[in-house]
């Protein structure tokens, strides 16, 4: 969307998503309000494809993945038998991520009808209010003409200036009115920016702890390379202080084995990199156990 056609949406978020019915409620297992037509389809050929195969939504209602149980996700008959039903455009991939939304959905319809809404909502608000650079620069101007730093001529330029940007946007208003307007939207953007970090730090610590989980389990990809491993974090000593915590609370002595894990790491004779070899790996089964690494 152009600058120009951003508009300054009183009342922010709230109040656009109720002119554009994100919290109305839609009918069980329909799927035309989803704006995205590839989403669309796709809900309606998986809701298809369970119409197919007997039991198959009491089954994917109830169905919780088991990483000692499973392989990988719905893995089972019926979920093999779904997956065929399907549309024939989906990689295992994404049919995988389809089950798993609509399991959510089988659950608890309303909150999935309002998870999906307000991802598209959000998204269509953030192309159309007014940035948040424009907002700063003009509540600036604002402060500079209420608190009077202005006079004569310079305080008509002032709010001239003031009064035709914010026409632009599409809001007309006294300067008082404006600066209310203007700082309620920045307090929600500013509540806005605050919550998309703390999301993204909890994103990144589930997804270190998904990580190291994974190589505590296989702790010979520490060794992929001479500096370290391919997966995330890279080395151990970039785990974090939380991360460490956090393991050590589900996996009693985890910081010990880190640190036997950096001293193995630091051994300058160590067997080949290829451990994906059976002779190369007995080596490798030896030196993580000379190391207490593994049992």
């Known amino acids: 969307m152009?600058?120009?056609?951003?508009?300054?949406?009183?009342?922010?978020?709230?109040?656009?998503?109720?002119?554009t019915g994100v919290h109305n409620k839609e009918p069980v297992e329909t799927f035309d309000w989803i704006p995205s037509?590839?989403?669309?389809?796709?809900?309606?050929?998986?809701?298809?494809?369970?119409?197919?195969?007997?039991?198959?939504?009491?089954?994917?209602?109830?169905?919780?993945?088991?990483?000692?149980?499973?392989?990988?996700?719905?893995?089972?008959?019926?979920?093999?038998?779904?997956?065929?039903?399907?549309s024939n455009n989906h990689s295992g991939s994404s049919a995988h991520i389809?089950?798993?939304?609509?399991?959510?959905?089988?659950?608890?319809?309303?909150?999935?009808?309002?998870?999906?809404?307000?991802?598209?909502?959000?998204?269509?608000?953030?192309?159309?209010?007014?940035?948040?650079?424009?907002?700063?620069?003009?509540?600036?101007?604002?402060?500079?003409?209420?608190?009077?730093?202005?006079?004569?001529?310079?305080a008509v330029n002032v709010e001239t200036n003031i009064l035709s940007t914010c026409a632009m946007h599409g809001y007309a208003g006294s300067v008082p009115q404006i600066e209310k307007v203007l700082r309620q939207i920045r307090m929600e953007y500013d509540i806005s920016h605050a919550e998309e970090k703390r999301k993204y730090e909890e994103d990144s610590h589930n997804d270190l702890i998904s990580s190291i989980k994974f190589l505590y389990k296989n702790p010979i990809r520490w060794f992929d390379t001479v500096n370290g491993c391919y997966l995330h974090p890279g080395h151990p000593t970039k785990i974090t202080e939380r991360a460490m915590d956090e393991m050590e609370a589900s996996f009693p002595g985890y910081k010990e084995?880190?640190?036997?894990?950096?001293?193995?790491?630091?051994?300058?004779?160590?067997?080949?990199m290829n451990y994906w070899d059976r002779s190369v790996m007995l080596e490798w089964q030896a030196f993580l156990k000379g190391h207490s690494i593994i049992a």
């Open 37 to 86: 037509e590839t989403d669309k389809f796709y809900y309606n050929d998986l809701r298809a494809a369970l119409d197919k195969v007997e039991g198959s939504r009491e089954w994917l209602k109830t169905y919780e993945f088991d990483e000692e149980r499973d392989t990988y996700p719905f893995n089972s008959e019926i979920g093999s038998q779904l997956i065929m039903a399907m």
């Open 257 to 272: 084995h880190i640190k036997n894990v950096l001293i193995a790491m630091g051994t300058p004779i160590k067997p080949p």
């Open 98 to 154: 389809m089950l798993y939304n609509y399991t959510m959905a089988l659950k608890d319809w309303d909150s999935f009808v309002l998870r999906i809404k307000k991802f598209h909502g959000r998204r269509q608000f953030k192309q159309q209010q007014i940035p948040y650079e424009v907002v700063n620069r003009i509540l600036s101007a604002c402060d500079e003409w209420l608190a009077g730093g202005s006079f004569g001529l310079d």
């Open 2 to 19: 152009a600058f120009q056609s951003k508009k300054i949406i009183v009342g922010g978020w709230p109040a656009f998503a109720e002119q």
